[in-house]
């Protein structure tokens, strides 16, 4: 069926919000105040999902993103939305999601990206025999490409090279990470008799052939301020180099504001926050359930000749306990958010700052509101790692009533 419809606003995951006989539909690639005729292709009894035939009326606002994948890989959602309309978009979504979960009005300034394209330093593809691409958004479908404007140009290139000589392995994914002079690439076989392998393109540094030798596995190393940090094919890092610079500043800069000699840094990968803020305190404990994560935070703290910090692998709701003391705690978990445990540990440790670092406002907001008995929102920022899409990092500090 086709209707014609007017977008009123957007939804989190930036598709356009309108309404048929009342009912919700959401139609993506579209912006507020665009008048669309639309194809109908989903309808449950809450809402409708609908694709674009023809625009009749397009928004001053709109841009055109020269991707040809754009409609199809699901990577970004919001590229077709000026860039500042895109930080306008985050910025209300916050705004939003505390005013429903948390009750609490905020008006959240957001940072600015300083590349709005070929900022990730990360790439995961996934290969169905001479194909490389992303899959559809929620489906199994592979939408092969050649380059993506997010990624790095060095990542780019080493596509290209890759795809060249694709067709002889049984691959099902490839993971490739570039400091802008090296890539770390981990393929994935189809089936589990074939090993995983980790291979270098373009030029390995002396630090990342330190780090490989020491590592006894391949390793990269990247520059994040004064500090530098081995990561391997399995363990996290930030995407965005340079925004993740500005996040960890400004923990630094809460830290220096609120003070405190013993600090707990939860999910802390391979250290870069309790590395970079080592200097401020006495002591730094990180905790991290990914045990090559681990190995590469103990590199870490070597090669930045840090003495302070000491890490725990473990699962952050087995590993922390009520005997454990701090003065503040930085928690940086996955998209999830915390378990009631950990929060509930937390509480019982009673640091009188808690840094919340996130990458989902949604479950943020929610564990906000699980704290908030005792803990008053003193600050929130928001940080754009992620243009062309709607995700959003969020700092928030949390101080002790
Ligand atoms: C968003 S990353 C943050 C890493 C680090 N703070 C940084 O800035 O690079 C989340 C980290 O939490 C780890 N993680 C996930 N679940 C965990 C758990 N239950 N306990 C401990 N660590 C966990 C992941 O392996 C990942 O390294």
Redesign the pocket.
Known sequence: MRYIIEIEKLDHQGRGIGKIDGKIVFVPNTYIGEKVEIEVIKDTTKFMEGKVVKFLKKSSDRVKFSCPYYNECGGCNIAHIKYEKQLQFKEDLVKNIFKKYVNIDINPKISKSDEELHYRNKVVFHVKKDKIGFYQEETNTLVPIDKCLLLDELLNKTLWALSMNIESADLKSMTLKSNGESTLAKFVGNTKLDNDETIFWGNKSALDKKATDELKEDAIVFKLGRYNYAVNAD????VNTKQ?VKIYDKVRKHIQECSGDKIL??????G??SIYISDLCKEVVG????KS?IKCANYNKKLNNIKNVKFIA????VAINNKMKADIIIV???RGGLDNKTISTIKEIKPNTIIY?S?NPLTLARDINKLCDEYELDNIELFDMFPQTYHCEVVTILERK
Do not use: K
């Not at 905790?287 to 990914?290: A, C, G, P, R």
């Not at 473990?314 to 709701?317: I, K, L, P, R, T």
């Open positions: 363990a996290f890092f930030q993740a840094d939860l999910y802390c990968g391979i870069s926050i905790i991290e359930i990914n994560a473990g699962d952050v709701s940086d978990p996955p670092v990458c």
